[in-house]
């Protein structure tokens, strides 16, 4: 048994309509296809009934325009507590504060004393045996170059180390009697 091929019409005949005489030309429409109807013209809708009544005319209007000269509100002057805390910000991070001051504070291992501490009983040692000028210069020099240090170049956490060791260290070269010395002149 052979297979089917496919049929494909060449042309297509209406039923109930007569067979043409000749085949249509090229290009010429096929005398049994009629074209199509024309649409009816499209009529635009009719738009719908306004349900409210017509406004009446607008009478005259006055127009006033005032322009107040007086200076906005000025923004209230940060506290002292809030330019603090933004000038700490700038040069130290939170994070590098809390691990500059835990390293300050914690114990040497074999030592048994922080180097704050070492530093503190160094500079008590200093004022004890060569004076209270000494004693202050031996405690404020150092705080003053890490203070300056961490000024110009931020707070990394060694150097946040050092200003720790140092401010707790020049605690021990101030002594309350020394106002009552400065004021008075009496020795103790």
Known sequence: MHE??????????????PLPARPPEPGESPPWRTPPPSPPPMVPP??????????????????????????????PEPSRRERLTTWLGRHV????????LSAAVVPI?????SAATVWHYTVGLGREEFGAGQGYALGLVPLLLAV????????TPLRLFFLAVTA?????????????????GVAR
């Open 4 to 17: 089917p091929r496919p049929v494909t019409p060449t042309r297509i005949i209406p039923a109930g309509a």
């Open 109 to 113: 291992p074999g030592v048994g004393h």
């Open 46 to 75: 009719a738009p719908p009934s306004d349900p409210w009544p017509a406004a009446p005319p607008p009478g005259p209007v006055h127009v006033h325009v005032t322009v107040d000269l007086a200076p906005a509100e000025p923004e």
């Open 93 to 100: 991070r939170p994070w590098h504060a809390v691990l500059g």
């Open 168 to 184: 707790i260290g020049s605690l021990a070269s101030f002594s309350w009697y020394d106002p009552v010395q400065i004021l008075t």
């Open 148 to 155: 300056t240090i961490i000024v110009r170049r931020g707070g």
